[in-house]
């Protein structure tokens, strides 16, 4: 038989066109998110004054299954997509796993990761709105990014709101938004008022996903013509995420391949939700069963030990509410390398399929990330991100089983970025003074208290 | 007509799988290099104590045409070849030129450059030679990570002289060949006979390739086991870089395409050599009379402010003697921050073609390098290194020109690398800090000074 290559692209022409919406093949739908004044479900006018509108149609749409990816966004997609299936031979001969292992790299763009593939889209939707620029946060600094080549790309002026840590950690990032053109603010910061509490409350915070999602959404309603725009957690953003599911799932049929297990880090969810979407997809109408993972950090872990509830997505509790796996909006991540794990909540489709049993999650430890991003930097002769490397820890650990097993498994992780930006991260991996952090059950119940009473729920 | 694709990737079948060495169709072919201590032409025993013996007989042979690529750097290759040829369509649309822009992007590998072509098989020469370890010198840091993958591949310990101002301006680079298990050491350093001698006389020097050559020569030649192993400037490295040409031709072939003109940056000459390889091999046998355009900085002109000379490889003057065009070994180049194209001299096989005037070579300025790389970046949602820049920068300038004229021109450039390790020169160009440096005529005459007498030479 032929050997399958190392790096299969399908062509332009072979790239999907329409985005698959999850939500409509699923039997039990994510609960309606709420609006915090009136705890009821939003509908599209409490939404518009926050988000682009097409942005809030696709984010409140249950029912149809796919949309049509605009002309312009195809034509900048193809700026790095298709992005590359990899086959991980060099891995597997290190693992000495019967498991075939195959990747998902979208990586290769200057955001370093997936989210330019939902930043191209939102971006998109807000010009087209005819918009005055739009407002966001980041954490890791790759979400930043990808809205500042977005905004380039369409002429968008772009505001972020960058967490703290991740400014600090991460020095070069900024410079790299800035040579797109945005306007980059550490946070918390004075500029808003939200940001001016959380000071005064916690003078020496390193910020969180949280706090900056505050920040960027009051800087939003407050200057004219000006939206905000979201690079996780949101039904919307899981819907652009598709297409690395979509691209996963053609190539690897093209290879003769159908993977028994899926494997995906999980900070808000996007990743997961776009990688696994049509092979959950095959689960939810009964066509196949593969195994769904999630591979979570121990230092934030709002599935495996968090509560399916009503939460803010925001530390200020300014946002409206999402039916999610959370560790409360009041809990306080700590500094953990993987910046973009580090989110109190998760995706309301993650989050509604992982309690109806469609998904398996694992939460890991720090130090046993970097040694498999290590282990895979040295074989693949690629650097990952920290977050990304929770997948290859969890692939790992299935090509591990398989070879006890004598099991020819077919794993299939999404390699969601590189390392580039995260040098820090690995030094003090490599120079032992790495910490593994596991919050407590009482630091648990610190965050749990945040979580706010919503009339009709437990 | 269809419209060709952005993106267009060979399949690893038609990936080439010989390399071609373009000395055997040049019709002067380079003037042998000389050992220092007799002024006469090295010999196969004369090289073999300071490099691989594989890469001594390809670094000698003029006249064999393709070399075969192991089959164990080819399966290693496909972690990240073939690379994409990819259309600028935005970048043509920015500029409103008649032109076709195409550029052959080499960065999209964790070295961050075309680099890891020659290291792949330099190491792999080392390790079958059943060498213990290797050394080797770095400026921007490409070349020393593309060994540092090289060396993890094929578990080959790497020894790297890291030149001292991109040890400071580039601190991640360290941490990368760190994580692929390389010793970095920044120089001059005091681990060498040559390194303390030149620390004597400049105590403050930041360093410069020619000094860590020194270094990692007198290292390896003193390290019994150990060899010495070069990125570029060398015969062989230019042979294996001919990959890069050789993709680009099958590519533009199957697009129906020929460039008109074609565009690199010059530094050491690997990347230019390897990318015109196969089109020069047009012009030198009467195929096709394409424009080869070098661009270099003009902070370092050795092509067109250089003497046509034999001089050193090394600031130390202990290896042999190439004739090249060159500053002299003792020229200082100043701290540009395009790092990797800062050596005082030039690959003797573009030096001899340039000579003979089959390449044209334009010297530019560092902050119009920048407001090429950001205008490119705004367009093609890739962020160039410096070096690479140099060659956009060329490109643009023949994309105007063909707007000017009306021509329908196609242009090839190489885009050697990403720029994500080069922020603080980004923020400098940004910040408006950065400052362009000329070489005045009595700083160039203070480097010819340092140039060899050599016997019938001129």
């Not at 004598?406 to 930006?421: M, P, R, S």
């Amino acid at each position: 038989m032929k050997k399958a290559p190392t790096r299969f692209y399908l062509s332009e022409d072979q790239m999907p066109r329409q985005w698959y919406n999850l939500r409509a093949d699923m039997k039990v739908k994510p609960a309606p998110i709420l609006m915090p004044a009136t705890m009821k479900p939003a509908t599209k006018a409490d939404l518009e004054p926050v988000f682009p509108e097409k942005l809030v149609e696709q984010e409140l749409d249950d029912e149809t299954r796919y949309f049509g990816i605009p002309e312009e966004v195809l034509e900048l997609y193809k700026l790095s997509r298709p992005s590359p299936l990899i086959r991980a031979y060099q891995l597997e001969k290190e693992l000495d796993t019967p498991a075939k292992i195959y990747f998902k790299f979208e990586g290769n763009n200057t955001s370093g990761s997936h989210k330019l593939n939902s930043a191209l889209a939102q971006a998109y939707y807000a010009k087209a709105q005819g918009l005055e620029g739009v407002t966001t946060e980041t954490g890791a600094g790759q979400w930043g990014t990808a809205l500042s080549e977005a905004g380039a790309a369409f002429g968008l002026p772009v505001n972020v709101y960058m967490v703290k840590v991740s400014y600090d950690q991460k020095p070069f990032r900024k410079s790299v938004m800035q040579t797109f053109g945005a306007n980059v603010v550490p946070s918390p910061s004075t500029e808003t008022e939200v940001g001016r509490k959380i000071l005064e409350q916690f003078p020496d915070t390193k910020g969180s996903l949280g706090c900056a999602i505050s920040e960027a959404v009051e800087k939003a309603v407050t200057t004219p013509g000006y939206r905000y725009v979201l690079g996780s957690v949101l039904n919307l953003v899981l819907l652009h995420q598709s297409i690395i599911g979509l691209e996963s799932k053609l190539a690897m049929e093209m290879l003769g391949e159908y993977p028994d297990v899926i494997v995906g880090c999980t900070g808000g969810g996007s990743n997961l939700g776009g990688l696994m979407a049509p092979f959950m997809q095959d689960k939810l109408t009964g066509k196949a069963d593969p195994r769904i993972l999630a591979v979570e950090p121990a230092s934030c872990p709002s599935m495996t030990r968090g509560r399916f509830a009503y939460d803010y997505c925001d530390t200020g509790c300014i946002t409206p509410l999402a039916k999610m796996y959370t560790l409360g909006s009041g809990f306080m991540p700590s500094a953990d390398h993987a910046g973009g794990l580090r989110f109190h909540g998760m995706s309301p489709v993650v989050s509604q399929l992982y309690h109806d049993g469609y998904i398996d999650a694992v939460a890991v430890e720090q130090t046993d990330v970097f040694d498999a991003a290590v282990k895979f930097a040295r074989c693949e002769e690629i650097l990952p991100a920290p977050e990304s490397a929770h997948a290859i820890y969890g692939a790992i650990q299935e090509a591990l089983k398989a070879k006890e097993t004598g099991e020819e498994k077919t794993i299939l992780f999404g390699l969601t970025g590189t390392g580039y930006f995260d040098m820090t991260a690995y030094e003090s991996y490599l120079n032992g003074s790495m910490k593994n952090y596991i919050p407590t059950d009482e630091e648990l119940e610190k965050g749990f208290a945040s979580l706010p009473k919503v009339p009709g729920e437990e």
